[in-house]
């Protein structure tokens, strides 16, 4: 079967960083992808990986590793605003993208 | 600039009742979806469209169908809604490009059913 692990439900303190996993089962890469979802709301694109290393876009970077079937989201300077569900989905060889449940991040004053 | 747009945000419906939600986009992106979302769920992938070519997924129950008259357009029926199809449903986009590689998926902002 196909899965996506990340773990339900991190907390972490205003300023601080923190670093989301996920590790994957799937028939197939085509690329990994982070998207964060505020309550209520829809996912919103962070970032894509589809060559080991690490992309970095700002106080978000993303890390990827294939032959271990891994990635982080590291999370800098946390904000408030930053309390959100995180989701990482993998891209397979049919090009079917699999969805991880989500992490959910509380930012603690 | 909206370029995923779903209506209603919010709609309530009877067990029973056929209910239509809508989507459209502004991308011109040739692939759209309709995923069915549940607290604390990750989206589950209820079927898509590439171009006019509808792919359903195994496990979508007949109760849900889906239209796409143009580009711009997609519907999700849903003809005798359940208590259990309660739920978030998103609508994204993609674009598929020459070689076959598909870039990121886009959603619009979701339509939360409830169903009384």
């Known amino acids: 079967g196909q899965n996506i692990d990340q773990p339900t439900e991190m907390t972490a303190t205003e300023g601080a960083i923190v670093q989301i996993n996920c590790t994957y089962q799937t028939s197939g890469f085509n690329g990994l992808f982070w998207y964060q979802q505020h309550a209520g709301e829809a996912p919103t694109f962070l970032s894509y990986n589809v060559l080991d290393g690490l992309e970095e876009k700002g106080r978000f970077s993303s890390f990827l590793s294939r032959s271990k079937g891994y990635s982080y989201l590291l999370l800098k300077e946390l904000q408030m605003k930053d309390s959100a569900s995180y989701l990482c989905?993998?891209?397979?060889?049919?090009?079917?993208?699999?969805w991880g449940a989500g992490t959910k991040l509380i930012i603690k004053p | 600039d909206a370029m995923v747009i779903q209506n209603p945000r919010y709609q309530v419906t009877q067990f029973g009742k056929p209910v239509t939600l809508s989507c459209s986009q502004t991308?011109?992106?040739?692939?759209m979806y309709w995923y069915q979302q549940k607290s604390s769920q990750a989206p589950k992938l209820l079927f898509h469209?590439?171009?006019?070519?509808?792919?359903n997924e195994a496990d979508t129950p007949d109760n849900f169908q889906s239209r796409r008259p143009n580009t711009s357009f997609c519907f999700l029926d849903i003809r005798s809604p359940g208590l259990g199809d309660a739920a978030m449903y998103l609508c994204?986009?993609?674009?598929?490009?020459?070689?076959?590689?598909?870039?990121?998926?886009?959603f619009g902002p979701g339509t939360r059913l409830l169903v009384l």
């Open positions: 994204a986009t993609s674009r598929v490009v020459a070689g076959g590689g598909e870039e990121t998926q886009y």
């Open positions: 989905a993998v891209r397979n060889s049919n090009y079917q993208l699999i």
């Open positions: 469209y590439y171009d006019k070519d509808f792919n």
């Open positions: 991308l011109n992106h040739n692939v």
